[in-house]
């Protein structure tokens, strides 16, 4: 219990990263065509445009990728004390906050792009804070 209240901001902002992509990783899952159906017109008129599926499947990937380890990173924190995990996850999270902020750059969608940095800034803090 005491590794819980010594890392309560961490394991919070875990939590946030965990539900946020896993959550967006299993919407893809279930819901490929509508995704890729809205993305393939959101990139019609950017240099994604004929890419869309490889770049939705990389997407997909480094999502669950962040949620998963970010998933795996509060368990440790809370047996260990510290989480090696957490940090991988937190920092990948901050990557595919990037790619996607990169995208929505170029599709020239700026409300957008103000959302994602709406995650991006507790998602680097995160990592400074595990650094």
């Known amino acids: 219990m005491e590794?819980?209240?010594?890392?309560?901001?961490e394991i919070l902002l875990l939590a946030f990263l965990a539900i946020?992509?896993?959550q967006s990783g299993i919407d893809k899952v279930l819901d490929w065509k509508g995704n890729l159906g809205w993305l393939t017109g959101h990139f019609s008129k950017t240099v994604f445009k004929g890419s869309v599926p490889l770049l939705l499947t990389i997407v997909l990937l480094m999502e669950m990728a962040s949620g998963v380890l970010s998933a795996v990173g509060i368990f440790q924190f809370i047996v260990e004390g510290e989480?090696?995990?957490g940090f991988y996850g937190a920092l990948f999270a901050?990557?595919?906050?990037?790619?996607?902020l990169l995208g929505q750059r170029i599709a020239k969608d700026y409300v957008g792009?103000?959302?994602i940095v709406v995650y991006l800034i507790p998602t680097v803090f995160l990592v400074y804070l595990m650094q």
């Open 94 to 100: 901050a990557l595919t906050l990037l790619i996607l």
């Open 83 to 85: 989480s090696s995990i």
């Open 3 to 9: 590794h819980i209240f010594s890392n309560a901001t």
């Open 20 to 22: 946020t992509f896993l």
């Open 113 to 115: 792009a103000q959302t």
